[in-house]
């Protein structure tokens, strides 16, 4: 069965250091996307990042980089520097091998940046 | 650019009542259209999703349907609603580059 697990439900982390959101997922598919999307309090989702599963180097955008590990399918983020605009939920998602874009998503970790 | 608009943002509704969500999407054609709803502390759950005008695919039996009358608008209705279908709904069209983006949200309260 195809999954997404996020095993954190809540992380606390001081501002300027770096946080690791772990995403495991679970699919017999050989070609998937992964994202990762930022929901802040106001409810809109951000689209952060996405790596595709026959991309080589780990994606980077800014402050935000993939830590795609194939093997051990494990797709965590990582924010460098954390910022207190970065308290959000934080949702890793799978696009399954549909033409109509089925996306598969984990529970979310809520992430709070102390000062 | 291609920029997705979802209203309204908040909505009380008392039970037995109908519902109208509308989605509309600019700076794209023919794009693929998704209605998600998120429980409170829950990830999404796919609603409805759209490849072209009056096609839509249901994923999930429940009291809601969905409707696609132009090409880059999205309605998600209820004749009557229910107490379980308060949540947050998020309407959300596919890019060329396989990704997707959404509107603001819509937080339904049915009471």
């Known amino acids: 069965a195809q999954k997404i697990t996020q095993t954190q439900p809540g992380m606390f982390v001081q501002e300027k250091e770096a946080v690791t959101l772990d995403c495991t997922y679970d699919?017999?598919?050989?070609?998937?996307?992964l994202f990762w999307y930022k929901q802040p309090s106001s409810g809109e989702m951000i689209f952060l990042i996405y790596?595709?599963?026959?991309d080589e180097q780990n994606a980077t955008e800014g402050r935000y980089s993939l830590n795609f590990q194939k093997a051990r399918k494990s797709a965590n983020l990582v924010i460098s520097a954390s910022q207190l605009g970065d308290s959000a939920m934080y949702f890793c998602?799978?696009?399954?091998?549909?033409?109509?874009?089925?996306?598969?998503w984990g529970a979310g970790t809520k992430l709070i940046i102390k000062p | 650019s291609q920029t997705i608009h979802q209203w309204p943002a908040t909505l009380v509704q008392p039970v037995g009542s109908p519902l109208s969500l509308e989605c509309t999407v600019e700076?794209?054609?023919?794009?693929?259209l998704y209605w998600y709803r998120q429980a409170a502390g829950r990830g999404l759950q796919l609603l409805f999703y759209?490849?072209?005008?009056?096609?839509i695919s249901s994923e999930v039996p429940q009291n809601l349907s969905a409707s696609r009358p132009q090409d880059r608008q999205f309605i998600l209705s209820s004749k009557k609603l229910l107490l379980s279908d308060s949540g947050f709904y998020l309407c959300?069209?596919?890019?060329?580059?396989?990704?997707?983006?959404f509107g603001q949200g819509t937080r339904l309260t049915v009471v």
């Open positions: 959300a069209f596919r890019d060329m580059n396989e990704k997707a983006f």
């Open positions: 700076g794209t054609s023919n794009p693929n």
């Open positions: 759209s490849v072209g005008i009056g096609q």
């Open positions: 699919t017999s598919d050989q070609s998937y996307g």
């Open positions: 790596q595709g599963s026959y």
């Open positions: 998602a799978m696009r399954v091998m549909d033409s109509n874009y089925q996306l598969i």
